[in-house]
């Protein structure tokens, strides 16, 4: 789902991963979800599995365990909201998955499930 309007202030994206049909059953997740802000803007990020959610940090990176998991999980929901930049370069100043070009042999984006 993405959802943004030419000057909004807030922009919002996620992801769904369904892996119900398939009978496996998550043991961990892992989630890499590198952001970079500028100015007064803002990334906030979490992940949400059945009526469990757990919010990002600022490092991006987030790693859950069976115990963490909702019983039998079998759907997982990571969404992000990008806000408060000001002025004509608000869209600007909060990003996801920035990275240089002298970088790209690492992963801004990753979602690493393992099963049992």
Known sequence: ?????EKSSVGEISW???WSHTGLKAISVLI???HA???SGSVTWQLCTGD???LGNK???LELFQCDLEHEASI???SARLLNGQGENAWQHAQLFRQSDSSLDQFPF???????
């Open 32 to 34: 890499v979800f590198q």
């Open 37 to 39: 802000t500028f100015e």
């Open 110 to 116: 990753l979602i690493h499930i393992k099963y049992n």
């Open 16 to 18: 769904v991963v369904d």
């Open 59 to 61: 490092e991006g990176v």
């Open 1 to 5: 789902m993405y959802h943004e309007e």
């Open 52 to 54: 469990k959610c757990f």
């Open 76 to 78: 997982i929901e990571l």
